[in-house]
T-cell receptor
Framework: DSGVTQTPKHLITATGQRVTLRCSPR?????VYWYQQSLDQGLQFLIQ???????AKGNILERFSAQQFPDLHSELNLSSLELGDSALYFC?????????????FGEGSWLTVV | DQQVKQNSPSLSVQEGRISILNCDYT??????FLWYKKYPAEGPTFLIS?????DKNEDGRFTVFLNKSAKHLSLHIVPSQPGDSAVYFC??????????FGAGTILRVKS
């Protein structure tokens, strides 16, 4: 158990809908990361937050957005869902930033768009 | 732009022997390298890491070697055990940001 908690573990929704994935980082961690793993792709970095502020952005679609709240939990919002958005979405956290920063992953939220 | 490459999709090793997983990178700014182990439909589990100022780090059966001039790192598992069978990902970051992953190598340890 990494200490990173993600909910829900599984969800099925229809195309065009909107969903919210939630992440609670490890106790004491200030950085939160979101990654996407599709069937035919590896782990793709989406976005990183540090202490409530966006720190780095990857290949995140405009239909997707995220935020980190004052209590440090984070949410990833996925809207106008398409079949291709079906994937495993991972949240990860770390103490902060800087060299030597080890990132720990949650168990993931499996999204199926039908 | 694939900055971290794991060119071997799979590796099969006999129990008790050494497993060597390889990783190459292109970005010379990477200063921290990590190896993760992953089972299907589960999150990656951190195994071992190495800073760019070192060339070797050891933790039990796991040793990571870094060759900066060749932009190459490897993970050695000795001795290999059936429970080590999983997908292994190499990852790298610059100043703790935006961890970039390789495509992964499937390790099968046969008993």
């Amino acid at each position: 158990d990494s200490g990173v908690t993600q909910t829900p573990k599984h969800l099925i929704t229809a195309t065009g809908q909107r969903v919210t994935l939630r992440c609670s980082p490890r106790s004491g961690d200030l950085s939160v990361y979101w990654y996407q793993q599709s069937l035919d792709q590896g782990l793709q970095f989406l976005i990183q937050y540090y202490n409530g502020e966006e720190r780095a952005k990857g290949n995140i679609l405009e239909r997707f957005s995220a935020q980190q709240f004052p209590d440090l939990h984070s949410e990833l919002n996925l809207s106008s869902l398409e079949l291709g958005d079906s994937a495993l979405y991972f949240c990860a956290s770390s103490v902060g930033v800087g060299s030597g920063n080890t990132i720990y992953f949650g168990e993931g939220s499996w999204l199926t768009v039908v | 732009d694939q900055q971290v490459k794991q060119n071997s999709p799979s590796l099969s090793v006999q129990e008790g022997r050494i497993s060597i997983l390889n990783c190459d990178y292109t970005n010379s700014m990477f200063d921290y390298f990590l190896w993760y182990k992953k089972y299907p439909a589960e999150g990656p589990t951190f195994l071992i890491s190495i800073s760019s100022i070192k060339d070797k780090n050891e933790d039990g059966r796991f040793t990571v070697f870094l060759n900066k001039s060749a932009k190459h790192l490897s993970l050695h598992i000795v001795p290999s055990q059936p429970g080590d069978s999983a997908v292994y990902f190499c990852a790298a970051s610059v100043w703790g940001n935006k961890l970039v992953f390789g495509a992964g190598t499937i390790l099968r340890v046969k008993s």
